[in-house]
């Protein structure tokens, strides 16, 4: 039998030692290399194909060792959640077992340069529960909370019907914009005129959509500078001022200026006006004095809060039941998240689709009252069509409709 045979004693005692775990300091990641003795290790330090390798790990050496950090610390804490996923182990033991595989990631390799200091990279970026006794580390996997993944499930989808609604106001918006300029362009360009005042002495008044018309009218809020009256007060200019103020135009920038002016006020007024509803509800919603619209609340239904003065509290864009009915304009809204019961005007508040499939209330229309299931939604043209419990399909605007969630104390409510 020949020296270098492979059935010698020496080949075969060579092959029982490779497939052990060798000394960490002999080997070598770049070429996942190991050597038996220092000798080899020196022989292996000075061959071309580890020279070639570390021109390479010269070039980006701060990168080559974050990757193998990255690739030891992935592993490792797959071992740890497949081996131990509920037990409180020794760090040194789940080390001891990850290593048993021959072609892991050394840890020589990586930024750490000892298990303690492993075990605390992962105790702060919340992997494992780590604490220190008089035997060692002992370490134990962090498992995620059924309840806050449910939460953040709830809090994505909210999130996202809310980026959806806002996605179909900004459509409805620009379409109105649309057909706003198409029908100026129908009209053709608007012919500026000169505004005069008539023999008579009377205020000028502009009615603005299509083209500007001078009206004869009192209107003195609209044309605050008109000549011959005050911005502040309305009163009449002093006589002495001179006829030149009087009869110049006013440029664009004051007529922009006037605009947005009349917006703001006509802003504050109806944000004081919501919240004078919001005080008197019960008055409100007897008298049904500024009203246009039908009542449409119903106990069951969710509708979405949309008063900007219960933002600051934490209500705004939120979502919540009808409890019961203060009034026929005023309903008491039990929020879904916090549990919280608030008195709500109908003007401030909004009606909710559910996903196909869900129940649904006729609120407004020949068939208020009805109920039945969501088959489609229309999103081109903002409807929804609905089976009907009378077996009926109809189809139905967005605000015609609102999603159902009527408990037992509901229907008896309605039945009284």
């Known amino acids: 039998m020949g020296k270098n045979d492979f059935l010698s004693p020496k080949a075969i005692a060579n092959r029982i030692k490779s497939k052990g775990l060798q000394k960490l300091r002999w080997y070598c990641q770049m070429c996942q290399k190991q050597c038996r003795d220092e000798n080899g290790f020196k022989c292996h330090l000075t061959s071309e194909s580890h020279k070639r390798q570390m021109q390479v790990f010269g070039e980006a050496p701060e990168r080559v060792i974050e990757g193998y950090s990255e690739e030891f610390e992935k592993t490792f804490m797959e071992h740890l959640k497949r081996s131990h996923p509920f037990s409180r182990v020794m760090a040194k033991n789940v080390y001891n077992e990850y290593i048993g595989d021959r072609h892991h990631i050394h840890m020589n390799s990586t930024k750490w340069y000892t298990l303690t200091e492993f075990v605390q990279h992962l105790s702060k970026t919340g992997q494992v529960r780590a604490d220190l006794t008089d035997k060692g580390w002992f370490i134990s996997v962090i498992q995620p909370d ?18 959806e609604e806002e996605d179909r106001q900004r459509d409805l918006l620009e379409a109105q914009i649309q057909r706003a300029k198409a029908a100026a362009a129908d009209e ?22 299509g083209k500007a018309r001078v009206l004869a009218k009192d209107s003195r809020a609209a044309f605050p500078s008109a000549k011959g009256f005050r911005a502040e007060d309305e009163g009449p200019h002093d006589s002495a001022a001179p006829k030149g103020d009087q009869s110049r135009k006013r440029s664009k920038a004051e007529e922009l200026m006037e605009k947005d002016k009349a917006a703001k006020r006509a802003k504050l007024e109806r944000e004081k006006a919501l919240g004078a509803a919001g005080k008197a509800a019960g008055a409100l919603g007897k008298t049904g004095n500024g ?88 999103e081109q043209n903002f409807r929804a069509r609905v089976s009907l419990k009378s077996g009926e399909k109809e189809w139905f605007d967005y605000e015609d409709i609102c999603k159902y969630a009527m408990t037992r104390k509901h229907e008896i409510q309605m039945a009284e």
């Open 146 to 163: 059924p309840e806050e993944k449910l939460a953040e499930e709830k809090r994505s989808k909210r999130d996202r019907a809310e980026r």
């Open 291 to 378: 009203r246009q619209d039908a009542p449409w609340l119903h106990p069951g239904i969710t509708v979405k809060v949309l008063s900007k003065e219960l933002k600051e509290h934490g209500y705004y864009k939120k979502k919540g039941v009808i409890d019961k009915l203060a009034s026929k304009f005023v309903g008491q809204v039990a929020m879904l998240d916090s549990g919280d019961i608030l008195q709500v005007d109908q003007a401030q508040l909004e009606t909710v689709l559910p996903a196909p499939g869900g129940a649904v209330m006729v609120v407004r229309g020949k068939s208020v009252g009805s109920r039945g299931e969501l088959m489609e939604i229309d």
């Open 188 to 209: 053709g360009p608007a012919e500026g005129t000169e505004l005069q005042r008539g023999e008579d002495g009377e205020p000028l008044q502009m009615e603005l959509g």
